[in-house]
């Protein structure tokens, strides 16, 4: 099995850890900055802090109320929570005595404060450095991959609808049960990704490399795949779909 890499982990090895901080995170916010309940982080150097009042009965990763801490997460599935794409991305510093809380597995963490260290561009991240990165769950909504390097990535259960993947290298990728509706993977490199119980429809496969890729049980509807000529014995397709005999994957 492989071991999927967390990409903290790969970008916090380019930072020094603020003195008095012992823990990084990750977090996701739309451009301004602003994430959930309208909450503004600061510019990189700044602390962001919650006003409290601080709910004694409340261990877990989310606030109860406004007040109730802030958060960040420690992978990109706890990120995803948040219900904003992960593709401007705060790396912060946090102590371990500010942590009020936080989620099964701690995929999510509650806490009073946190320094914002740097601004990361999700996406460029992952075109760069997004081979066998851990984005099990991730929201990666309309998110511009196009020309990612996601080979053999855990995209598990990702949710990649309306993103640009053309031309992305995703051979060997984890893909089941993603949800890839009108997800542009024009020209992609799928082959011996696993695509099983994957949302599909809608999406244009044309040109994609499909030799080997694991399509059991895929949502297949109104997807284009013209001039997709990869698909061969090993190609696992969902019922009413099959390769003819110029290599070409058409409906039944």
Same mark, same amino acid.
């Given at each position: 099995?492989? %071991? ?5 982990e790969l970008i ?19 451009? %301004? ?65 500010d942590i009020l ?32 990165? %851990? ?104 019922s009413g779909w ?11």
């Amino acid at each position: 099995m492989t %071991d999927h890499v967390n990409l903290l982990e790969l970008i916090a090895a380019d930072y020094t850890m603020p003195k008095g901080y012992d823990r990084w995170l990750i977090r996701s916010v739309r451009p %301004d900055l602003r994430s959930s309940r309208g909450f503004r982080w600061p510019y990189p150097g700044g602390v962001a802090r919650a006003d409290g009042p601080f709910e004694a009965d409340n261990s877990g990763g989310c606030p109860s109320a406004v007040g109730d801490g802030i958060c960040a997460a420690t992978n990109w599935a706890g990120m995803s929570s948040g219900g904003i794409p992960a593709v401007t991305l705060l790396l912060v510093a946090v102590k371990t005595g500010d942590i009020l809380g936080h989620e099964e597995g701690e995929s999510k963490l509650r806490f009073k404060a946190a320094k914002v260290v740097d601004v990361i561009d999700g996406t460029q991240l992952l075109k760069e450095r997004g081979a066998n990165a %851990d984005l099990s769950s991730a929201d990666l909504s309309s998110a511009n991959l196009r020309l990612a390097d996601l080979r053999l990535a855990d995209l598990s259960l990702a949710d990649l609808r309306l993103a640009n993947l053309s031309l992305a290298n995703l051979r060997s990728a984890d893909l089941r049960s993603a949800n890839l509706r009108s997800a542009d993977l024009r020209s992609a490199n799928l082959s011996s990704a696993d695509l099983s119980l994957a949302d599909l429809s809608l999406a244009d496969l044309s040109s994609a490399n499909l030799r080997s890729a694991n399509l059991s049980s895929a949502n297949l509807r109104s997807a284009n795949l013209s001039s997709a000529p990869h698909g061969n014995a090993n190609t696992h397709l969902p019922s009413g779909w099959s390769v003819n005999s110029d290599g070409l994957i058409v409906p039944d």
